[in-house]
């Protein structure tokens, strides 16, 4: 439960902050299924309560992507869908790492489907494109709950 107890406290942040809340949501269940389908892995729990509660979108400076109703796979940022397809392109990008948030400074930063914790979480990464290693990513989180209270925390 930490994932989905760190997401709703980080919930709660935004939706306290409104002028610094910018979501476009929330995703449809069957969006997200489609999405899931389409990248073939799983949304982990406290990434699918993001999808299905905010949808897509930002919070001050920090632009979380996901899925806009409908709009699967999407055409461009902040379409996760879209953005992880396109990184799947990339020779090295792990074709198990789903495309949360870009950094700003190069490095994206992903969930690790190839590692399921007992809460059926992944791992939040920060991956780097490299020319032709295997790169998992530096772990920075332990789910996507985790994560995003972390970055909406740094800017409250």
């Known amino acids: 439960m930490k994932g989905l ?34 990248l073939g892995i799983r949304m982990p729990p406290s990434y699918r309560i993001f999808l299905t509660t905010l949808g897509v979108g930002s919070f001050d400076d920090a632009e979380f992507y996901g899925i806009i109703a409908n709009k699967i796979p999407g055409s461009s940022v902040p379409s996760m869908v879209w953005q992880t397809l396109e990184n799947r392109k990339l020779a090295s990008f792990p074709g198990t790492h789903i495309t949360i948030m870009s950094s700003g400074y190069g490095p994206i930063f992903c969930l690790d489907s190839s590692v399921v914790n007992s809460e059926d979480e992944y791992p939040v990464v920060e991956w780097t494109p490299a020319a032709s290693v295997t790169n998992p990513g530096e772990r920075l989180a332990e789910s996507f709950g985790t994560f995003f209270l972390d970055e909406i925390s740094k800017r409250a």
């Not at 919930?11 to 809340?21: C, F, G, M, T």
């Open 5 to 38: 107890l760190a997401f709703e406290q980080a919930l709660a942040i935004v939706r306290a902050k409104p002028a610094a809340s910018d979501f476009f949501g929330p995703a449809p269940d069957d969006s997200v299924d489609a999405a899931e389908q389409m």
